[in-house]
């Protein structure tokens, strides 16, 4: 922090690692901190096999809708493909936050969204 004069970072994009996530919880709690666009596309990939699963996924991933419209679809992809038990959904839930477009309105990322 010294080197940075003491000032916090407003946006912080990162792959999804876990130390990484709770050093910068820790060093930069008021900081917005964004999971790579990328990354997660290239997850998805992996854990959602067929394109049917992964469309839906990826248009929560891109697009900039509302919270609202963001639970509503994502129940519905749930239900629509049989994801209610897959554990990558499941987590990737729980940090909706750090991924999903509709999260991110009003915080400054300069239309960065990879790491890549």
Not at 8 to 23: G, P, V, W, Y
Not at 28 to 49: D, G, M, V
Not at 102 to 109: D, E, I, S
């Amino acid at each position: 922090m010294d080197s940075m004069g003491h000032k916090h970072l407003i946006s912080i994009l990162t792959n999804e690692d876990e130390a990484m996530r709770q050093a910068i919880d820790e060093i930069f709690p008021k900081s917005q901190h964004r999971i790579c666009e990328w990354y997660i596309s290239k997850n998805a990939s992996t854990h959602l096999h067929k394109k049917e699963k992964k469309s839906p996924f990826q248009y929560l991933l891109y697009k900039q809708i509302s919270e609202e419209e963001f639970e509503e679809l994502w129940k519905e992809m749930l239900e629509q493909h049989g994801l209610e038990e897959n554990d990558w959904m499941s987590r990737m839930y729980e940090k909706k936050h750090r991924w999903a477009e509709a999260y991110f309105k009003g915080h400054f990322f300069a239309a960065m969204r990879s790491t890549q």
